[in-house]
């Protein structure tokens, strides 16, 4: 079976797909990649469906072998890649041979990276899902040693392409967060609601799958009678107020249910910004209406739907090019800084 | 307060941008969990198309929906008339429910924090580890983590709130108790909930044909042995920690 081996690896790493949905009412949250936006341009830049697996890489990467050719995409955090040292254009997709060293460094922005792989990740399948899903002791970080096996190909040869790249709007740097009010938003005085969205919050140490920790300035948000609320359903995105009224952001491995109340819920669409916001990243709140929620949801997911039409190819094709040999095709590696799409063949 | 006026039950709210929830109460009662445990299934029943899956808490029944199948306006029509088929806070409780007998120690490095929770409820240790032992609890919904029941109702002294931090971490099998609950810990979590007793219950195993032990419904007793005879039941692994299970037949 074709196999990516795993040479060195950050301590994070885990397998992630879309998770598991179904489970909510035994207790098990769906899970699955933490930017969900990073897997479905991963798919788009390999031309394959969005619900395979991909590796996971929290703030590093590590060394990486494969067995037989195989075609690659990286996209999420913007992270340091080489090919037999040459540089590697990140949110692209790139084919690798038998033998030769993917080696992926630290994370420059963001924080969680994707590997992604023509076939997807073929690691054994839980609950309908093969997403690693660590507080439910469901798999395990992937560790130095570990072979991973790559699903077989789905598409045929001709259409197997590499060389593509994405063009991604900044996620990585903080910014503003959408949310709705839900259930509980009225167990908080309107006072403190407007002080919450007024207020610029910093990710905290104590960030994980679950949640990410909101540091401030100031004041908590307490609600009312808030140690003695009954323990009540969590959707990925609420925000929740532990008992000194320092919030929470829960993220889809986050429990299913809890008693600490929720002062509202971020729109799906605006987790991608909150997960890959790194120390030092500002984010702020702002209320929506539902209505608004709804519709900025919308056209998310149609920005989404047309990813794959969004992908371009990274070099000209020199089977266009007139004069070929005028153009200088291996001497000139290109930076991994430099934006792919004005690079290449315009020497 | 924030609230201008007491809410009346049942009562159906929005839960983010895909979510409804239905309450039956604001606290925690016999009819009211028997109520939620009918009408999620008479909301599965009902198999609206764009319902993506249902899950009950406490007091509540949850719909999490595709809103662009299922608009928001029509599904809090539906569920509205599904309120108004029948009175669902005499519903009956669910069949094929078990009654679960549970080793458990209290106290000790096991379970650190007995002697918190007993002060609270204003009782000595001895006759904290009397009550808890004594009682026959339900498991009122599964959540929090996989498998994982909220158990109760204890005694009114037993309302004691939550802490204000978090403990880090208690392992599996840990029995934590607040506001009238016992909630027994099927991963190693962190918790807002006094660590009480120490069970050997493993309530999820993934591999397993079927993974989740308990079922919503069904009865358990924390009975109390001595850490000796907990530690034993361990070390010689005991399947569920020496639990005996049986059928309620109600």
Redesign the interface.
Known sequence: MRALRVLRIGPSCTVQDRGR????????SQGGAADTLALAEGAALLRQDAGLAALEMAGMGGLFEASAPMRIALTGAEMVATLDGAPLVWNASHRIEPGQRLEIGPAKRGVYGYLHVGGGFATPE??GARAAHL????GAPVTKGDTLPVGAEMLPAARQVTGLGLRVADRFSGGELRL????QS?????EVRRRFAATPFTPGRRASRMALQLMSEGAGFAA?GQ??V????I?P??VQM???GRPFLLLREA??????PRIG?V??CDLSRAVQAAAGAVLRFRWVT?ED??AQ??AHEAAVAALPSACRPLLRDPADMADLLSYQLIGGAISAEADPFETGAET | MSREAPPIYPLIRNVGLSGMLVSFGDQLDEATNRATLAFRSAVNVLGLSGVVETATSLASVFVRFDAVELPHDRLRGALAELLLTRDWYQAPLPDGRRFWRVPTVYGTELAPQLEEAADLAGVSEAAAIEELGAARVRALTIGFAPGQPYLGTLGENWDIPRQSEVTPQVPVGALVLAIRQFVLFSTASPTGWRHVGQTGLTLFQPEAADPFALRAGDELQFEPVSRAAFLRLRDSGAQQGGAIVSEVTS
């Open positions: 949905v179904g489970y909510l009412g035994q207790g098990l839980l609950l507080v439910a002791a469901l709705v009010e839900s259930f009225d167990l908080f005085p309107p009312e140690l003695n009954l323990s009540e359903i959707v995105g609420d532990t008992g000194d429990q299913t249910t809890g008693g600490y819920t729109l799906p539902l929620g709804l949801q919308a």
